[in-house]
């Protein structure tokens, strides 16, 4: 396509659309309806197909996984819409380059033609070299687009997401997948040497990743098999794929808070899968160990004691027995989490007494229940009257052990599930106690 891989818009490679060009850079989308996965954005109704229909782009943010046509889209909006295509990367490019790449784009922009910036990686970019693309997105020097993998709203500064849209792109789906590999063989005029369950196992070990796939198919053409590969034998010609995971980026809060909401709507098999997700994408066990531990006391309490309990075992279990063989501790107090009664009371109760501790400050106990260790302490009425529960017939005094200039609150109140049931019963029954003292 013309301008769409000349040596004046970068970046894009030395092969551009060579025969000998990778096979990725070979498929690149030629049309809009050549975008896979994608119709949200780039059909009649969406906001990429409304804004080529009008021949006018506003600047954006792609937000989506890897491999899901970022970079393809950016160059193909170009073409469609007569820009001029610079490519950069935050990951390689400096102030410097920023520069450079500003004032080519103004000398252009007096020329009478604008300049598409795809910034790939942008969220690396630190909060001043964000900032100096304003000017030139406000001017329309520049439009443009940024492409990331992770959340724009935790990664780029307001001022620049207030002067673009976010685009989401979607992780590509086993049917869109599927269909680049159907233009694969096409363009390469012959079949993958796969099995059917093969070819499930291939597009299943892509994550969502078109670029990861092709590559993988680039490979199995280039090699001399006879006879369909079955999945075993696939899995032993191609390297294994790592699941896609940031332990310190948006993917790892995703998963962390979709076990904590599975293991809280008591789903044992959606917990141990997201459970098994973190591990086997190599997350910290003792991470996932102290938000099950908190789980244990925020989202079941006294419901059930033991959780706490079962938390803590693994967790030494764990640092006895390492990995692998530990990890089978995390799960078992993972399902017993899962499957136990759940309450929050504990938590609630916290929250609340914390609260009426800061709001009461200094106030004294009553003298009462106050030690009395030197005589001035018991002559000024430290301790007296105060009644020792187990002497009495209930062992259960009923006394008030608030301050005289407080009312006494309520902040733990039981919910009637678990073990909480007895204890509710407990409380009520210490209740009646004490109204017929005070009645």
């Known amino acids: 396509m013309q301008g769409l891989f000349d040596d004046d818009n970068d970046q894009r490679g030395e092969a551009g659309g060579r025969p000998d060009a990778p096979l990725a850079d070979r498929l690149r989308p030629q049309q809009p309806a050549d975008i896979v996965g994608q ?19 506003s600047s954006m943010i792609f937000w989506g996984p890897p491999g899901t046509g970022k970079t393809s889209l950016a160059r193909l909006l170009a073409d469609q819409t007569d820009l001029h295509f610079k490519a950069i990367s935050a990951v390689f490019s400096g102030v410097a380059e920023l520069k ?58 307001a001022a620049l997401l207030s002067r673009t849209q976010v685009l989401i792109l979607n992780r590509l789906d086993a049917a869109s997948l599927s269909q680049l590999l159907k233009r694969a063989e096409k363009l390469e005029g012959k079949t993958l040497p796969l099995t059917d369950s093969a070819r499930e196992a291939l597009i299943a070990s892509a994550d969502g990743d078109g670029r990861f796939l092709l590559n993988q198919a680039e490979t199995l053409f280039s090699l001399d098999i006879e006879d369909p590969l079955d999945p075993p034998q696939l899995a032993k010609t191609l390297h294994r794929r790592m699941p896609v995971y940031d332990k310190d980026r948006e993917g790892h809060y995703n998963l962390i808070s979709a076990l904590h909401k599975a293991l809280r709507g008591s789903d044992p098999q959606a917990s141990l899968y997201y459970l098994a997700r973190m591990l086997v994408a190599g997350e910290e066990p003792m991470y996932v160990l102290r938000r099950i531990v908190r789980f244990a006391s925020e989202d079941i309490g006294l419901a059930d004691p033991q959780a706490l309990v079962q938390a803590l075992a693994a967790k030494d279990a764990y640092n ?31 929250k609340q007494a914390w609260k009426s501790a800061r709001q009461t400050g200094s106030l004294m106990p009553p003298e009462n229940i106050l030690n009395a260790p030197t005589k001035l302490m018991k ?4 301790g007296a009257g105060y009644s020792y529960d187990h002497e009495t017939d209930d062992g259960f005094s009923g006394d008030n052990y608030w301050p005289d200039d407080m009312a006494p609150e309520i902040f733990y109140q039981p919910v009637d599930r678990g073990f909480e049931h007895k204890i509710r019963e407990r409380l009520d029954y210490w209740e009646s106690l004490r109204d017929k003292k005070t009645g």
């Open 379 to 382: 002559d000024i009425g430290y």
């Open 39 to 57: 119709d949200h954005l780039v059909g009649t109704d969406g906001t990429i197909g409304r804004m080529i229909a009008a021949g006018k782009l």
């Open 100 to 157: 450079k790449v500003f004032a080519e784009a103004e000398m252009r922009f007096q020329s009478g033609k604008a300049t598409l910036l795809f910034v790939d990686e942008i969220h690396r970019f630190n909060r001043s070299q964000q900032d100096s693309f304003l000017p030139y997105v406000e001017r329309g020097t520049v439009v443009l687009v940024g492409a990331t993998t992770e959340n724009p709203s935790f990664e780029l500064n």
């Open 320 to 350: 006895f027995l390492g990995s692998p063989e530990g990890e089978l501790a995390i799960v078992q107090a993972c399902l017993y989490c899962a499957t136990a009664p759940k309450s929050n009371a504990v938590y609630k109760a916290q």
